[in-house]
């Protein structure tokens, strides 16, 4: 119980920290957008920041909800004049802006799109008191008329002026659904309660694109409830990453949709970025093909990953490996698992244990202490370092009985050292030599160059390092303890 507690606090604390600063921009950066596209000084620009709290937006969604507002008819005046709107997101004042007209708005400057649930939960009477809606509109009538595909028998049911909007559009939604994906009203009622904040706002027109396009995709109408996000999501994501990037890494677009269901919320152009952040990374399409899920984060996120990454010798040593995004995917649980494995002092940090999805792996490997690498981690570093595929290096790894026990790091930065010296193919002969730390292999050489009585000029490199292998393992009676580094005495 009190490990689980002390993993679960170290594992809370890490991720706060990082998600306090994942979509930090600077506040210069969003002051010079909002300075530029809205015309206005430094200090009101500054002031108009921190009065809308933007310093966690992102600059691209900052300028995407700028464009949407230029694009609805919305000018510079208006936007300051209502602030707020500046931390909607180009879909979501879209989807807002369209809601109202479908219901039949007829005023719909930025005070409307500014106060969106305000008037959403008002009386469809109230409404049209308030001008917002002309007295001869019918709103579930005209909200109806958004269904595509309709039922000929399909009734907007016995609604009032008295009924708030909201009301109205929630049932019309759940009833078409119901009809639409021939589900039970209860299923529909359980499927509202999970994805209510996603359905609650939405256009219906947007949202009848969506099943269309999810069906054509090869879903099912009843995986559609277990997905809700494809209901919620905007239908020009996956019409245009189909039509402008059908493949991607080798790999068929609506097949991925259909593997990775999130991908269907991608915008294109984050396809495009993170592609190429990957592509700068050197992560090869066969790596990319098995974790398109990728695609599901930021680019910001992925580039800010791999900067940690880099940082950080126990992930860095594992950037070559073939499961590398994942990661880039559970990131968080990886630092948090390995943050943990230094307060326990285990070394062997693993992939397969850094990023396993069941945490009942990595509680059992802790707790009984197992301080080993993965075979397949040592020899995924070898031979990117030693740039060789040589069978032999498994076979000559493995004559070493404590081939599984040397962290990666200390097996990377003695293989480095080692190539100064000596050729890949000698380093491949010999490989148990790469498990010694680099220290001890200098000494050992010096020893052999001191010896007067050893032909210098005889000795391959082969023999060289099999001769410092038996001089180091002759003080620990060739029992392979000569692997570990010499305890220093540590100061309290």
């Known amino acids: 119980m009190h490990f689980n507690k002390l993993f679960t606090f170290l594992k809370c604390f890490k991720c706060g920290h990082t998600n306090s600063k994942r979509f930090n921009t600077s506040l210069t950066e969003t002051t010079n957008v909002l300075m530029k596209r809205l015309d206005l000084t430094k200090d009101k620009s500054q002031k108009l920041v921190e009065k809308c709290k933007l310093q966690r937006t992102e600059i691209d969604t900052l300028k995407e909800t700028l464009s949407a507002l230029e694009s609805l008819g919305y000018t510079k005046e208006d936007v300051l004049e209502y602030p707020t709107v500046l931390k909607k997101t180009k879909r979501k004042l879209q989807e807002e802006y369209l809601v109202f007209q479908e219901a039949g708005f007829s005023n719909l400057n930025i005070s409307t799109i500014a106060n969106f649930r305000k008037l959403l939960n008002k009386k469809i009477s109230t409404l049209k008191l308030m001008k917002f809606i002309p007295s001869h509109i019918n709103v579930p009538e005209n909200l109806i008329m958004h269904l595509q595909p309709k039922p000929v028998d399909f009734s907007a049911g016995d609604f009032t002026e008295e009924d708030m909007f909201s009301q109205i559009h929630a049932l019309i939604v759940k009833r078409y659904l119901e009809w639409r994906l021939d589900v039970t009203s209860d299923e529909i009622e359980t499927f509202f309660r999970i994805y209510s904040t996603h359905l609650k706002y939405k256009s219906l027109q947007r949202l009848c694109e969506n099943i269309e396009i999810a069906l ?271 305890p220093q005495m540590v100061e309290c």
Not at 216 to 226: A, C, W
Not at 340 to 366: R, W
Not at 384 to 394: M, R
Not at 396 to 407: D, E, R, S
Request: aromatic fraction near 8%; proline fraction near 6%; include cysteine.
């Open 216 to 486: 054509d995709l090869g879903f099912t109408p009843k995986k559609l409830l277990s997905f809700g996000y494809l209901l919620s999501n905007d239908p020009n994501n996956p019409k245009e990453v189909l039509q402008k990037i059908p493949d991607l890494a080798g790999a068929d677009m609506r097949v991925m949709f259909r593997r990775y269901p999130k991908l269907v919320t991608v915008p294109p152009g984050n396809f495009k970025k993170i592609y190429k952040i990957l592509q700068e990374e050197e992560i090869p399409d066969s790596t990319i093909q098995k974790q398109m899920n990728v695609f599901t984060l930021s680019p910001q996120t992925i580039k800010e990953r791999f900067a940690e990454i880099k940082e950080i010798p126990e992930m860095n040593v594992l950037r070559h490996s073939p499961r590398i995004l994942r990661l880039i995917l559970h990131h968080n649980r990886a630092k948090s698992r390995l943050s943990f494995m230094h307060q326990l002092q285990l070394k062997c940090a693993s992939m397969c244990l850094l990023e396993h999805d069941n945490e009942h792996y990595f509680n059992h490997h802790v707790r009984n202490t197992k301080d080993t690498n993965v075979l397949n981690d040592i020899l995924t570093l070898l031979k990117h370092l030693l740039n060789s595929n040589a069978p032999d290096i498994e076979y000559n790894l493995k004559k070493h009985p404590y081939h599984l026990q040397v962290p990666l790091v200390n097996i990377e930065k003695t293989c480095k050292h080692m190539q100064r010296s000596f050729s890949n193919n000698a380093i491949i002969r010999v490989a148990p030599i790469v498990l010694y730390p680099s220290e001890k292999i200098e000494d050992a050489l010096n020893q052999i160059k001191s010896m007067t009585d050893l032909p210098q000029t005889r000795l391959t490199e082969a023999k060289k390092l099999n001769l410092a292998l038996y001089l180091i393992e002759k003080d620990h009676h060739f029992t392979g303890d000569g692997v570990w580094e010499k």
